[in-house]
T-cell receptor
Framework: NAGVMQNPRHLVRRRGQEARLRCSPM?????VYWYRQLPEEGLKFMVY????????ESGMPKERFSAEFPKEGPSILRIQQVVRGDSAAYFC??????????????FGSGTQLSVL | GENVGLHLPTLSVQEGDNSIINCAYS??????FIWYKQESGKGPQFIID?????DKRQGQRVTVLLNKTVKHLSLQIAATQPGDSAVYFC???????????????FGQGTILTVHP
C-alpha cells in the first residue's frame, strides 16, 4: 500500500522557468493538500483540492501559482516564471475524507525546489 | 494575526531521558491539535493528536498535554532514543464539529537531538 508519492524529489530551475510538481495521493484518497516549507520554518498551507475541484486556495500566491487535481492522474502544482523566493520544499498530503481529525493527513516526502 | 509558535527552537537530551517540547497557540477557536515528527528529507509524520475537550492523551512513549487556559500544548517523549532525533511541529486545526478539512496551521518547529 504505497503512501503519498511526490515527484520529482529534487527540482532545479533557473529564474523564469516553469516548475511542475506532481503528487499521487494514497490509494482511495480523493482529497489533496499542498503545503510549502521554507528553510527552518513550519509548513504553510497553500491549497486544498478534491477531484477536479479547487476547494480552498487561500494560501496560494495569486500570481504564477496554480494547482489542479484532474479526474485521472496526479495532482499538479505549477509555478510559472519561478523566482529565487520560490525555493522551498513543497509537500503534498492526502486524506480519504475532508477532515484532518478522524481521518489523518498523510504527507509525501516532498519536492525540494531550487531556483538558481 | 493568529499563529502557532514554539518556545524553544532546539532541545538536546541524553538517550534515556524524557523530553518535553512546548508549543503556544493563540487562536482560541482551535479545537484540534496534532504533533508531527519530521526527519531530514522526509515529510511530517503523525505522532499524536488531541481534541480541545481533553487535557491529556497518551500514546506509545508519548503524551500530549493541552492547557486551554494558557493556550499551551506540550509533547512528552519518555525514554528518548537516538531515533527520536528530528524536528517536531505542533499544528492546529479548527474542527468545527467535523465540518472542517485538513487546513493545518503549523508552528515553527523544535529540533530535538538525542545523544547516545
Amino acid at each position: 500500500n504505497a503512501g503519498v508519492m511526490q515527484n520529482p524529489r529534487h527540482l532545479v530551475r533557473r529564474r523564469g522557468q516553469e516548475a511542475r510538481l506532481r503528487c499521487s495521493p494514497m490509494k482511495g484518497h480523493s482529497h489533496v493538500y499542498w503545503y510549502r516549507q521554507l528553510p527552518e520554518e513550519g509548513l504553510k498551507f497553500m491549497v486544498y483540492l478534491q477531484k477536479e475541484n479547487i476547494i480552498d486556495e487561500s494560501g496560494m500566491p495569486k500570481e504564477r501559482f496554480s494547482a489542479e487535481f484532474p479526474k485521472e492522474g496526479p495532482s499538479i502544482l505549477r509555478i510559472q516564471q519561478v523566482v529565487r523566493g520560490d525555493s522551498a520544499a513543497y509537500f503534498c498530503a492526502s486524506s480519504p475524507r475532508p477532515g484532518a481529525t478522524n481521518e489523518k493527513l498523510f504527507f509525501g516526502s516532498g519536492t525540494q525546489l531550487s531556483v538558481l | 494575526g493568529e499563529n502557532v509558535g514554539l518556545h524553544l527552537p532546539t532541545l538536546s537530551v541524553q538517550e534515556g531521558d524524557n523530553s518535553i517540547i512546548n508549543c503556544a497557540y493563540s487562536n482560541s477557536a482551535s479545537d484540534y491539535f496534532i504533533w508531527y515528527k519530521q526527519e531530514s528529507g522526509k515529510g511530517p509524520q503523525f505522532i499524536i493528536d488531541i481534541r480541545s475537550n481533553m487535557d491529556k492523551r497518551q500514546g506509545q512513549r508519548v503524551t500530549v498535554l493541552l492547557n486551554k487556559t494558557v493556550k499551551h500544548l506540550s509533547l512528552q517523549i519518555a525514554a528518548t532514543q537516538p531515533g527520536d532525533s528530528a524536528v517536531y511541529f505542533c499544528a492546529e486545526n479548527i474542527d468545527a464539529g467535523g465540518t472542517s478539512y485538513g487546513k493545518l496551521t503549523f508552528g515553527q518547529g523544535t529540533i530535538l537531538t538525542v545523544h547516545p
